[in-house]
C-alpha cells in the first residue's frame, strides 16, 4: 500500500510517499480502508522530530486525523462491521477517565503510525462511528482539534448558556470551540489578526470580534465586552505572546484552557492576576474516546459541520503543509486519499 511517510531521517526533506505491505486485521481489529486525512498544527513539528525521544522510530506515517471505511474485521469484534465509517481515536491508549500517563502514551502520527496510508488496521475499541450528515473531508476533522475543544469547553470546562467564552485566531482548534460554545447557547468573543476572517466569524455567530494585531491590548476590551467581571473561559492557543492579556480578560474565578503555544511557550505573564482572581488554568491534550463519542451525539443532533479551508490530493500533503505553515487558512485543511 501507498503511505506517506517521514522514511529515514527526521527532517522535512525526508517526508516521502513510500510503499508498505498491505496490513491485516487480526483478532480483535479492524481494517481502514482511508478516506480522508486531516492536518493540525502539531503536524508541522513531527518530521523535525518536535515531540523528541518518545516518537516511533522511522519510518514513520504521517498525520493523527483521518475517517476509513472498514473493509476487515478480525474475529472477536461485535461492535464494528464491513462499511462502517470510523475515525481512528487520537490516543490509542485513552478510553476514558482521568489523564494518566499511560493514557496518554501513544498518539497517531507519533508515537505510532498515522492515518496518511491507504489502510489502517487498529484495534476495534480505538475507533469510533462519525455522524452521517458529514462528509468524509468533515468527518476527518474530528479527532484531534474537534476534541481538544470539546473536552476544554464541555468535558473540564463544564460551559453553560449565558456564559461568554473568548477564542483566539481562527485555526481549527478555535473555530470548533466557536461552534461548540454555540452550541452551548454561550457567548462568543473572538481574536484574528484579520479582519476579513473576523467578518468570517461574524457569520458563524460570533458576538463580539477584536483584532489582536491593531489591538493588541485586546484583553481589557473583552472584559469589558463580556460584562459580569470578565470572561468566563478562554481557549488559549497563543501561551506566552496572549497569556497576559487572557488573564486581563477572564473574570474572577474563570477558566483559562491552555490548549497551544503558538506565540511562544515560557510563563511570560503576571501571575498574580492568577492568584487574586482565583483563575483556574487548565491544560489539555485532545481527550478520550468518551469525550469523542459525547461530542460526535452533539455533532450528529444539531447538524453542525466542521469548517473545511480547503482539501488536497494526497500526492500534495507537503503542499498542504506549507499552506497551513502560512496561516492564511481559516479552520480546517484536509487531504482526499
Ligand atoms: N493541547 C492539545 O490537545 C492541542 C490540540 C490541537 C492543537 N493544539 C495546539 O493549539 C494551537 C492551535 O492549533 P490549531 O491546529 O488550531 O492551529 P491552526 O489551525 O494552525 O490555527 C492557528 C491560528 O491561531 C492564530 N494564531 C497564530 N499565531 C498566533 C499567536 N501568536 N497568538 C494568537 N493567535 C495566533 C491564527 O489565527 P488568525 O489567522 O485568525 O490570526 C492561526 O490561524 C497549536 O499550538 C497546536 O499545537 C493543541
Same mark, same amino acid.
Given at each position: 500500500m501507498r503511505v506517506f511517510q517521514v522514511e529515514n531521517a527526521w527532517s522535512d526533506d525526508n517526508l516521502r510517499i513510500g510503499e508498505r505491505p498491505d496490513p491485516v486485521a487480526g483478532p480483535g481489529e479492524v481494517r481502514l480502508r482511508m478516506l480522508a486525512s486531516a492536518l493540525n498544527y502539531r503536524d508541522l513539528l513531527v518530521p523535525r522530530r518536535g515531540y523528541g525521544s518518545r516518537m516511533q522510530a522511522l519510518p514513520l506515517i504521517m498525520l493523527s486525523d483521518g475517517v476509513g471505511r472498514i473493509d476487515q474485521v478480525g474475529s472477536g469484534v461485535d461492535a464494528f462491521h464491513i462499511g462502517d465509517r470510523v475515525c481512528p481515536l487520537f490516543f490509542s491508549t485513552w478510553p476514558g477517565g %482521568?489523564?494518566?500517563? *499511560? &493514557?496518554? =502514551?501513544?498518539?497517531?502520527?507519533? *508515537?505510532?503510525?498515522?492515518?496518511?496510508? %491507504?489502510?489502517?488496521?487498529?484495534p476495534a475499541a480505538t475507533v469510533a462511528h462519525v455522524p452521517a450528515h458529514l462528509d468524509d473531508?468533515?468527518?476527518?476533522?474530528?479527532?484531534?482539534?474537534?476534541?481538544?475543544?470539546?473536552?476544554? $469547553?464541555?468535558?473540564?470546562?463544564? +460551559?453553560?448558556?449565558?456564559?461568554?467564552?473568548?477564542?483566539?485566531?481562527?485555526?481549527? +482548534?478555535?473555530? !470548533?470551540? $466557536?461552534? !461548540? =460554545?454555540?452550541?452551548?447557547?454561550?457567548? +462568543?468573543?473572538?481574536?484574528?489578526?484579520?479582519? *476579513?476572517?473576523? %467578518?468570517?466569524?461574524? %457569520?458563524?455567530g460570533a458576538d463580539v470580534t477584536i483584532n489582536y494585531r491593531s489591538t493588541p491590548e485586546w484583553g481589557r476590551i473583552a472584559r469589558d465586552?463580556?460584562?459580569?467581571?470578565? +470572561?468566563? &473561559?478562554?481557549? *488559549?492557543? @497563543?501561551?506566552? @505572546?496572549t497569556l497576559a492579556q487572557s488573564l486581563r480578560a477572564v473574570r474572577p474565578g474563570g477558566t483559562l484552557s491552555l490548549i497551544g503555544v503558538l506565540g511562544g511557550g515560557a510563563m511570560d505573564a503576571p501571575l498574580g492576576l492568577v492568584v487574586t482572581r482565583h483563575v483556574r488554568l487548565q491544560g489539555i491534550t485532545?481527550?478520550?474516546?468518551?469525550? !469523542? $463519542?459525547?461530542?460526535?451525539?452533539?455533532?450528529? &443532533?444539531?447538524?453542525?459541520r466542521p469548517v473545511v479551508d480547503r482539501s488536497f490530493p494526497f500526492e500534495e500533503l507537503r503542499e498542504a503543509m506549507q499552506y497551513l505553515a502560512s496561516g492564511r487558512h481559516f479552520g480546517k485543511i484536509c487531504i482526499r486519499h
Open positions: %482521568e489523564p494518566s500517563s *499511560e &493514557h496518554m =502514551a501513544r498518539s497517531l502520527g507519533c *508515537e505510532s503510525d498515522g492515518t496518511m496510508a %491507504e489502510y489502517m488496521v487498529v473531508t468533515e468527518a476527518a476533522t474530528l479527532p484531534t482539534a474537534a476534541v481538544t475543544a470539546w473536552r476544554a $469547553l464541555v468535558t473540564e470546562g463544564r +460551559v453553560k448558556a449565558g456564559d461568554t467564552v473568548l477564542v483566539q485566531g481562527t485555526g481549527g +482548534v478555535s473555530l !470548533f470551540a $466557536l461552534q !461548540f =460554545a454555540r452550541l452551548l447557547g454561550a457567548r +462568543v468573543i473572538c481574536t484574528s489578526s484579520s479582519d *476579513e476572517k473576523l %467578518e468570517r466569524v461574524r %457569520e458563524m465586552a463580556a460584562g459580569n467581571g470578565g +470572561v468566563d &473561559h478562554v481557549i *488559549e492557543v @497563543g501561551g506566552q @505572546g485532545v481527550g478520550n474516546r468518551e469525550d !469523542f $463519542l459525547a461530542m460526535s451525539r452533539a455533532i450528529a &443532533h444539531s447538524g453542525m
